[in-house]
C-alpha cells in the first residue's frame, strides 16, 4: 500500500481529501471504491490501482494519515477499538471490558491456511486426521468397537481389540469374499463373518464389502485422505436426524409469505427429502434394514392463522419416515398462543429445548445420530440440546441478521429495541462456537463476517438445490402444470384489482420483469419498482410482475412489511406505474409458482433478485431452473451462483440506475437477436446442473455427519473444556441478556398466553 500511494501521490491525496471531506466516520468498501475511481483520471494508473486481490479471510489494518500519505499497520484489535470508539467510547476504553477469547480452547484444532480451503473442512480433516492416526490407530479402532445401530454391534465386535488383529480380519474376509460372485448378498456369509469379529455394516453384497474391506485395509496401511474420506462416508453412524427450525410458521401449505417464513422452510422440507433418500441409499447399501427417522423440530403455534401449524405431529409429504414434530412455547404461565416475531424469541429458547429434548427423545426411542440447527434460534437450541446429549451437532449458519442489516455490528445499541441484536449475536456466537461443523450456502456466507476464525476446519458450503419435480425448464412441454394455465393468465393479466393483485398490465407483447420474495426492507422489492418507475427505457421495452407479501397494510403484523407495504403504493402513484406494472401477493403453492416463472419465460422474461444483501438467494435457482435468464444481486450469495455475463448479470442494488440499463440493454439486445435469450436461459441451466443440486447437498451433508462425528470423539478432552467456558458464558451473560430484553412486539402480555 505504501508503494501505491506513493506512485501516485497526487492522485491518492486527492482521493483521501475527499474521504475526509464527507465528514463520514465510518466509509464502506464500495464507497471507498467508488471515490477512488473518481480520483483517477489515467485509464491504466487507474486499472492497475483498481485490481484488488483479493485474500478472502486475511485481514490487513493499517492507519493512513490523509496529509502526508504515511501509512502504519496496526492491529486487529487497534482497529476494533478504533472503530467502537467511534460509537461508545466510555465502553471501546475500558481496560476491563469482558473479552472472549474462543481460540484459547482450540489449541489443538488444525487450522486451514490457504484461502483457498476455506469452505472444504471435510477435505481438510480428511488429512489431518490421516497423519494424526497414522501416529496412533487406537482411536479409530475404539470407535469401531463402539458402533452399534438400535443395539446391535456393527463393522467389528470387541474381540478385534488390536490393530494387528483387525488387519488379519481384513485380510480373511478379502481373501473370502473375493472368490463369491459379485452379488451374494451380505446375509449367506454373515456367520463366516462373525467368526472373524466382523458384524453388519461392510456391504449389501460380496462386491460392496470387498471394497469397503478394502478400503480400510489401505487406511490402516497407510492413512490417506481419500480413502479416509471414502471410508467414513461408508460407515453406519447415523440414522435419526432432528432439524431444528423454530420461529415463524413451519409447515407444507400455506405458509410460505408468512413472517418470517421464507426459504429456510422449502430449503429444511427440500433437505429432509434428499437426505432421506441418502439415508435410505446408504443404509441399503450397508447391507442393513435400520428405519432411518428425521425429524424437524419447530414450534407449536395454537392460534396458527388456519395453518397446521397447530399440529403436533405431521408426516412430510414425499417421504417414508420423516415428520414434523411441533413443540409449543411455554412460560410459567402457561402455553403461548400467538406467533411471535423471530427477533423476540429469545425468552422462550431455554424451556424450549428441554421440552424438545424430552418429546424428541420419546418419539425416537432414544437420542438422535445428529442434531442440525436452522437460524439464530434452531442453533442456539441444537447446541444446548446437543451438548447435553453429547451428540454431534451441525450448524446451518444461513441467512444470519448480522449480514443482512447493514452495520448491526457497531450500530447494535441503536437497532436493540427493535431487533435484539444483542441477544441474537451473542447466541450466535455460542451455537457456531459448539458446533461441530458448520454448513454455508456460500463462500461469502463464510469468507463474510461471521466473526469466527475462517480457518477453522469446522466451515463447510454445501449449496442447497431447488426441487427439480417442480421447477424445470420452460421448454420441458410435456411435464407443465398446464392446470395452473388459467389461473396464472388471471394473476398476470386480468385488468381487475383486488386483494390478490393491484395494477394491471396493457401490453402483453411485452416480456415480463419478474421478482418474488418475502416483503422485507432488504429484498428490496420496492427498489426495484422504483428503478423501474424511473427508467423510461425500461418501461418502454418491459413489464415489471412482483410477487411480494401482503397488499394492505391491516392485514399485516409484520413492522418491516407494513413500512414497505406503504412504500409500494407511493410508488405506485408517484410513477403512475399502473398500466406497466402488477404487484401480486405472496403466493404459496409452489408447484403454481414453478409454472409462473415458466410463463414469464414463455413472454421472454426475467427474473431479478434485487436484494440490499442475500444469503443464499434460493429464488434465483428456482428461476434458473426454470430457464430464466437471471439478473441477481452482487450483495451475499447470487453472486457466487451467477457468474456474470456468462450465466447470468449481476446488478448493484445500491445503483439502481446502472441496475436498469444493465436490464434494458439486455432486452434491446434480444430484440436484435433471436438467440440472445436463450443463450442467457441455457447457461443458466447449465450452472445449476453442475454445483446446485439437492443430491449433492445431501451427499456433503452426511459425509460431515459422520467424520465430525469422529473428530469430537478424538478432541473429546479440548471439546468439554470449550464446552464449560461455553455454558459459563450462556448462564452468566446470555440469560441476563434474555432476562432483560423488551419484547416490542408485547407477545408476552397475558392476552396471548394460555392456562
Ligand atoms: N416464496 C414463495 N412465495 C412468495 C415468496 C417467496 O413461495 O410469495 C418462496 C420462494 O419460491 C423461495 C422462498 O420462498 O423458495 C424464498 O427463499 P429465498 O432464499 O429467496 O429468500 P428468504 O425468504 O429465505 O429470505
Ligand atoms: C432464513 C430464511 O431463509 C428466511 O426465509 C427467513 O425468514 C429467515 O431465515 C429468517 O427466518
Request: hydrophobic share 35%; glycine share 6%; with cysteine.
Given at each position: ?6 506512485q501516485n ?6 482521493c483521501?481529501?475527499r474521504y ?9 468498501n ?8 473518481k480520483?483517477?483520471?489515467d485509464k ?6 483498481m ?10 489494518y ?5 496529509d502526508?500519505?504515511s501509512?502504519?499497520?496496526?492491529s ?7 472503530k ?10 475500558d481496560e476491563?471490558a469482558?473479552?472472549?477469547d ?8 488444525p487450522?486451514?491456511?490457504?484461502p ?13 486426521l490421516s ?5 496412533n490407530f ?22 478385534l481389540n ?5 488387519q ?19 446375509q ?6 462373525e467368526?472373524w ?7 449389501e453384497n ?9 478400503c ?5 496401511q497407510?492413512?490417506d485422505?481419500v480413502?479416509?474420506?471414502k471410508?467414513f462416508?461408508?460407515?453406519?453412524t ?16 400455506d ?10 422452510v ?6 429432509v427429502?434428499?437426505?432421506e433418500?441418502?439415508l435410505?441409499?446408504?443404509i ?6 435400520v ?5 424437524v423440530v419447530?414450534?407449536?403455534i395454537p ?27 411455554k ?5 403461548l398462543?400467538?406467533w ?7 425468552p ?8 424438545a ?7 425416537l ?5 445428529l442434531i442440525i440447527?436452522n ?5 442456539l ?8 446429549l453429547g451428540?454431534?451437532?451441525g ?10 442489516y447493514e452495520d448491526?455490528?457497531i ?6 429495541p427493535k431487533?435484539h ?9 455460542i ?9 454455508t ?5 463464510i469468507?463474510?463476517?461471521s ?6 476446519p ?6 442447497p438445490?431447488?426441487d427439480q419435480s417442480v421447477?424445470f425448464p420452460?421448454t ?5 402444470f398446464?392446470?395452473f394455465?388459467?389461473v396464472i ?8 384489482e ?5 395494477g394491471?398490465?396493457?401490453d402483453?407483447k ?10 422485507d426492507?432488504?429484498?428490496n422489492?420496492?427498489g426495484l ?5 424511473k ?5 418502454e421495452?418491459?413489464?415489471l ?20 407495504i406503504?412504500?409500494?403504493y407511493s ?7 399502473k398500466g406497466?406494472f402488477r404487484?401480486i ?18 413472454s421472454?422474461?426475467?427474473f431479478?433478485?434485487?436484494a440490499l444483501?442475500e444469503a443464499f438467494?434460493?429464488?434465483?435457482i ?7 435468464p437471471?439478473?441477481a444481486?452482487n450483495?451475499?450469495g447470487?453472486?457466487?451462483i451467477?457468474v456474470?455475463?456468462v450465466s447470468?448479470f ?6 439502481g440506475?446502472e441496475?436498469s440499463s444493465k436490464?434494458?440493454?439486455f432486452?434491446?439486445?434480444c430484440?436484435?437477436?433471436g438467440?440472445?435469450?436463450h ?24 459425509n ?10 478424538m478432541?473429546r478432552?479440548e ?6 467456558y ?5 448462564s452468566?451473560?446470555?440469560?441476563n ?9 408485547g407477545?408476552?402480555?397475558?392476552s396471548?398466553?394460555?392456562?
Amino acid at each position: 500500500m505504501p508503494e501505491a500511494l506513493r506512485q501516485n501521490r497526487y492522485q491518492m491525496k486527492r482521493c483521501f481529501a475527499r474521504y475526509v471531506s464527507r465528514g463520514k466516520r465510518v466509509v464502506k468498501n464500495q464507497e471507498l471504491i467508488e471515490e477512488l475511481e473518481k480520483s483517477m483520471d489515467d485509464k491504466i494508473e487507474k486499472s492497475k490501482l483498481m485490481e484488488v486481490r483479493p485474500h478472502p479471510g486475511i485481514w490487513e489494518y493499517v492507519k493512513v494519515n490523509s496529509d502526508d500519505l504515511s501509512v502504519d499497520g496496526i492491529s486487529a484489535t487497534e482497529y476494533l477499538k478504533f472503530k467502537e470508539v467511534i460509537f461508545d467510547e466510555k465502553w471501546a476504553k475500558d481496560e476491563n471490558a469482558l473479552e472472549i477469547d474462543f481460540g484459547v480452547f482450540d489449541r489443538s484444532t488444525p487450522r486451514l491456511t490457504l484461502p483457498s480451503s476455506i469452505g472444504n473442512g471435510v477435505h481438510f480433516l480428511a488429512r489431518f486426521l490421516s497423519t494424526k492416526l497414522s501416529e496412533n490407530f487406537e482411536p479409530l479402532l475404539d470407535y469401531l468397537i463402539a458402533l452399534n445401530g438400535r443395539g446391535e454391534n456393527l463393522m467389528i465386535n470387541g474381540t478385534l481389540n488390536t490393530v494387528n488383529k483387525l488387519q488379519t480380519a481384513l485380510l480373511l474376509a478379502e481373501v473370502f469374499v473375493s472368490g463369491l460372485q459379485k452379488n451374494t448378498p451380505f446375509q449367506k456369509f454373515e456367520e463366516r463373518f462373525e467368526e472373524w469379529g466382523l458384524e453388519k455394516g461392510w456391504g449389501e453384497n460380496a462386491e460392496r464389502v470387498k471394497d469397503t474391506l478394502n478400503c480400510l485395509s489401505e487406511v490402516l496401511q497407510a492413512p490417506d485422505p481419500v480413502n479416509m474420506e471414502k471410508f467414513f462416508s461408508r460407515l453406519p453412524t447415523i440414522f435419526n436426524i432432528v432439524i431444528f427450525s423454530i420461529h415463524g410458521y413451519f409447515g407444507q401449505a400455506d405458509v410460505l409469505g408468512l413472517p418470517d417464513t421464507g426459504g429456510q422452510v422449502v430449503y429444511i422440507l427440500d433437505q429432509v427429502r434428499a437426505l432421506e433418500e441418502e439415508l435410505l441409499l446408504r443404509i441399503k447399501q450397508q447391507g442393513l434394514s435400520v428405519k432411518p427417522q428425521i425429524l424437524v423440530v419447530t414450534r407449536l403455534i395454537p392460534e396458527s392463522g388456519g395453518t397446521k401449524c397447530n399440529q403436533e405431529l405431521e408426516p412430510i409429504l414425499d417421504t417414508k419416515h420423516s415428520h414434523i414434530l411441533r413443540i409449543p412455547f411455554k412460560t410459567e404461565n402457561g402455553v403461548l398462543k400467538n406467533w411471535v416475531s423471530r427477533f423476540d424469541i429469545y425468552p422462550y429458547l431455554e424451556r424450549y429445548a428441554r421440552d424438545a429434548s424430552e418429546k424428541i427423545q420419546d418419539h425416537l426411542e432414544g437420542k438422535p445420530d445428529l442434531i442440525i440447527g436452522n437460524y439464530t434460534d434452531g442453533n442456539l437450541v441444537a447446541s444446548l440440546m446437543a451438548s447435553k446429549l453429547g451428540v454431534t451437532q451441525g450448524t446451518i449458519a444461513h441467512a444470519l441478521e448480522k449480514t443482512k442489516y447493514e452495520d448491526s455490528d457497531i450500530k447494535w445499541k441503536e437497532f436493540d429495541p427493535k431487533y435484539h441484536f444483542l441477544c441474537q449475536f451473542t447466541a450466535d456466537m455460542i451455537a457456531m462456537n459448539s458446533a461441530d461443523f458448520i454448513i454455508t450456502s456460500t463462500y461469502q456466507e463464510i469468507a463474510g463476517s461471521s466473526g469466527i476464525n475462517v480457518f477453522d476446519p469446522k466451515f463447510n458450503i454445501a449449496s442447497p438445490g431447488a426441487d427439480q419435480s417442480v421447477y424445470f425448464p420452460h421448454t420441458q412441454k410435456q411435464k407443465r402444470f398446464t392446470d395452473f394455465h388459467p389461473v396464472i393468465e388471471d394473476l398476470l393479466y386480468s385488468q381487475v384489482e383486488n386483494d390478490e393483485h393491484v395494477g394491471y398490465l396493457t401490453d402483453r407483447k411485452k416480456p415480463i420483469i419478474f421478482s418474488m420474495a418475502r416483503l422485507d426492507t432488504v429484498k428490496n422489492i420496492s427498489g426495484l419498482t422504483e428503478w423501474y418507475g424511473k427508467s423510461k427505457k425500461l418501461r418502454e421495452l418491459a413489464n415489471l410482475v412482483v410477487v411480494a407479501g401482503l397488499l394492505d397494510t391491516a392485514k399485516s403484523k409484520d413492522r418491516e412489511e407494513i413500512a414497505e407495504i406503504k412504500k409500494m403504493y407511493s410508488l405506485i402513484d408517484r410513477y403512475q406505474l399502473k398500466g406497466q406494472f402488477r404487484w401480486i401477493a405472496a403466493q404459496t403453492d409452489r408447484y403454481r409458482n414453478g409454472e409462473l416463472y415458466r410463463c414469464v419465460a414463455d413472454s421472454k422474461g426475467i427474473f431479478v433478485q434485487p436484494a440490499l444483501y442475500e444469503a443464499f438467494g434460493l429464488t434465483v435457482i428456482e428461476a434458473m431452473n426454470c430457464g430464466l435468464p437471471t439478473f441477481a444481486t452482487n450483495q451475499g450469495g447470487p453472486a457466487e451462483i451467477v457468474v456474470d455475463g456468462v450465466s447470468g448479470f449481476h446488478i448493484n442494488p445500491s445503483n439502481g440506475e446502472e441496475a436498469s440499463s444493465k436490464i434494458a440493454d439486455f432486452f434491446e439486445k434480444c430484440r436484435g437477436d433471436g438467440s440472445y435469450w436463450h443463450k442467457y436461459s441455457t447457461a443458466g441451466l447449465v450452472r445449476i446442473y453442475e454445483s446446485y443440486t439437492w443430491k449433492i447437498y445431501a451427499n456433503k451433508a452426511l459425509n460431515m455427519g459422520s467424520i465430525y462425528n469422529f473428530w469430537r470423539q478424538m478432541n473429546r478432552e479440548e471439546k468439554q473444556a470449550k464446552q464449560r467456558y461455553i455454558q459459563m458464558l450462556y448462564s452468566l451473560h446470555f440469560r441476563n441478556l434474555v432476562r432483560t430484553m423488551q419484547s416490542p412486539s408485547g407477545a408476552t402480555s397475558q392476552s396471548e398466553i394460555t392456562a
